[in-house]
């Protein structure tokens, strides 16, 4: 990943682009190239507490001067309510993103690189200054800026701070009952510390609010560091969450073995990494995947997002590990969850809170866990299905039984799924604005019985392997009545499409054109004859397909709204009733594939373009969704797990992409 001059030479450029670090353990960091946070989840160092979810955001950020023999510049920028300043984004020469971010400022004949990276067996954030070119010495003062609050909110008040006097060269922060800590190094340990505290007031996060009533927030300076620089020096700093010291000598090792560990787990992942697109999405691919030294690998639904989600992990699973050779952590990420469900009598909760407590009322998590233990199945052989068949079955037993917590039950009648549980977490379009649903659905739900019919035919596999052959058995007749039905109440011969929801109770069918039909022939198991689906897979191609996405409505529908502007209400209604999101092509594409197995060549077509996103928003990421009408802006989380996962899975399952191929 490479940025030059002409891609980030204005503050509008440069801000359009955000990087990411971490560290694997749940700690991460962002800003933007132009080095101004836009976001109140953006910070160097944004601490996760260990056995929770939450983040909090201790170092906002920092602030450098560079002096000269005759002159300061000021290289960091910042947005107010009325000013940018300063705008050291003027003196932003280049970007490179391998092995971490790394920006080249350059004054005249002064080339100064700045680098940050996250340890992988230590703790904190360290940035790396480098002193490539100068005809004469320089003054460097490094100015950290606290915040220490959550990523979600922002505090009203400004709070008390203090920070101590430097105890071996460590400056530790107090604020809101949360200690930070900073520290400066250079070889010849000629690096000091000045005390001159400052609040950095109403700097705005323009990515949130709107510009009628932009979010603002205050950062705290207990002072800065300063050390003299001549051309070859290198200068450290550590902002961490603990008073911890590492000698300079530790922290070019950290560096080195954060850089080996990025090249190791690209030489030897299966794909072809030749393909540049794909190198940049496997590094954001660990940022998604992360592991607690003790607790069980995660996989975060994006970020800032940062949740964990049940639906997130098991769509985005197969292309996160599974095509990424991370299958010791695909496995524990499957047994954490199945854990989970099994301390309630196998229901699958649908997240976990930010103390990890787990939340229910999805209906199709379960089924979306059994279809991610298919996808590890056909990786890594049947033997880990076989060995939590128990815990499996009885998740899929709820479904037959049908608990008010589940909210859904099967048809006796018709052993389809029937949907009764109303409330806003039931499915993946739920939601609502002043308590009117986003998109109103009722009865039998296409895409969850897609995903049930799928999880029906791989339980009875499982229960064949496991060798309870009366599952099995019983499986494989559900399944038949499950398809035989699924055709005949969801086929809409009229639009040749299906009906995305139809109520047994009163009869009413819902015919708009969304994409959920699509799950109905890009799963393993397709519910859906061949014949029938090439007209789906024509209809949702005709009609939802845009250049990042599938829109979720079609754009003829009179609730149809193809871009995420105005007030915050209509930027929500949007979100699923016109908006375009990228898993949902991954699946479009699986199906198309399957139909054109020969056809490699436009399935590239749908993928290439994310080439160019890569280079804006999370640099190497995808975003969760993009507008449904030109200019096709993204949305929502800016790395996305389901976007990035699923064309991770796309590549290399559907398009071939190994070092083999």
Not at 471 to 491: I, L, P, Q
Request: charged share 25%.
């Amino acid at each position: 990943m490479y940025l030059g001059k002409a891609d980030v030479n204005t503050y509008d450029k440069g801000v359009e682009r955000e990087f990411l670090i971490s560290n694997g353990t749940g700690d991460y960091g962002s800003s933007t190239v132009a080095g101004s946070n836009t976001r109140k989840e953006h910070g160097l160092l944004v601490s996760r507490e260990r056995g929770t979810a939450q983040h909090i955001v201790l170092i906002g950020k920092v602030e450098e001067t560079l002096h000269t023999r005759d002159k300061k510049y000021q290289l960091s920028t910042n947005r107010y309510k009325d000013i940018i300043y300063p705008d050291g984004y003027r003196y932003v020469q280049e970007y490179q993103g391998r092995p971490f971010p790394s920006v080249l400022f350059v004054i005249h004949s002064v080339f100064l690189k700045k680098s940050i990276f996250m340890p992988q067996s230590g703790s904190g954030t360290i940035i790396k200054y480098e002193l490539l070119a100068s005809p004469e010495s320089v003054c460097l003062d490094v100015r950290p800026l606290a915040a220490h609050r959550d990523n979600k909110s922002v505090p009203a008040d400004k709070a008390k701070f203090e920070s101590s006097s430097p105890q071996d060269g460590v400056v530790s922060v107090k604020g809101r009952g949360i200690i930070s800590h900073v520290s400066i190094s250079k070889k010849d340990g000629s690096a000091r510390w000045t005390d001159k505290p400052l609040w950095f007031d109403n700097i705005v996060y323009e990515k949130n609010g709107s510009s009628d009533a932009p979010l603002t927030d205050s950062l705290w300076s207990p002072g800065f560091g300063s050390v003299t620089m001549e051309e070859g020096d290198v200068v450290y700093v550590l902002l961490s969450a603990e008073p911890t010291t590492y000698t300079v000598e530790e922290m070019e090792a950290f560096e080195k073995e954060a850089a080996d560990k990025l090249a190791d787990f690209v030489k030897h992942v299966s794909i072809d990494t030749n393909h540049h697109l794909i190198r940049d999405m496997l590094q954001a691919s660990g940022h998604l995947v992360e592991s607690q030294r003790g607790d069980a690998p995660t996989i975060f639904s994006g970020f800032p997002s940062a949740a964990r989600r049940a639906r997130e992990t098991f769509i985005s699973l197969p292309g996160l590990t599974l095509a990424t050779e991370r299958t010791e952590a695909a496995r524990g990420i499957l047994d954490d969850w199945l854990a989970a469900a099994a301390k309630s009598n196998g229901l699958m909760p649908y997240a976990q809170d930010s103390e990890g407590k787990p939340i229910f009322g999805d209906i199709d998590a379960g089924l979306w866990f059994l279809y991610a233990v298919d996808k590890y199945s056909a990786k890594c052989g049947i033997d880990y299905a076989v060995n939590r068949y128990k815990d499996m079955k009885a998740l899929l037993d709820l479904y037959f039984a049908g608990p008010k917590e589940l909210g859904a039950v099967c048809d006796e009648g018709s052993k389809l799924l029937k949907y009764f549980n109303k409330t806003e977490t039931c499915h993946w379009m739920s939601g609502d604005v002043a308590g009117e649903p986003l998109v109103y659905r009722s009865g039998y739900l296409a895409e969850v019985n897609s995903l049930w019919y799928n999880a029906l035919c791989f339980m009875r596999e499982a229960a064949a392997a496991a060798g309870d052959s009366e599952a099995s058995s019983s499986y494989e007749n559900t399944a038949r009545e499950c398809r035989e039905s699924f055709e005949r109440v969801f086929w809409n011969g009229g639009k040749k499409y299906l009906f995305d929801w139809v109520d047994p109770e009163d009869g009413t069918k819902d015919d708009s054109i969304r994409p959920n039909a699509i799950l109905s022939i890009s799963l393993p198991h397709p519910v859906l004859s061949d014949e029938k689906g090439r007209v789906v897979l024509a209809t949702c191609w005709n009609e939802l397909y845009t250049t990042y996405g599938l829109r979720t409505l079609d754009p003829h529908h009179e609730k149809f709204k193809g871009r995420a502007e105005g007030r915050p209400d209509q930027r929500e209604k949007a979100r699923l009733r016109g908006m375009a999101w990228p898993w949902l092509l991954c699946q479009f594409i699986t199906a198309y594939m399957r139909y054109n197995p020969d056809s490699r060549e436009i399935g590239w077509s749908f993928v290439r373009p994310f080439s160019s996103h890569l280079r804006r928003g999370c640099l190497g990421g995808v975003a969760e969704y993009f507008d449904g009408m030109m200019p096709y802006l993204p949305n929502g989380d800016v790395l996305s797990a389901v976007s990035l996962g699923e064309l991770l899975r796309v590549m290399c399952d559907d398009m071939n992409v190994s070092k083999q191929s």
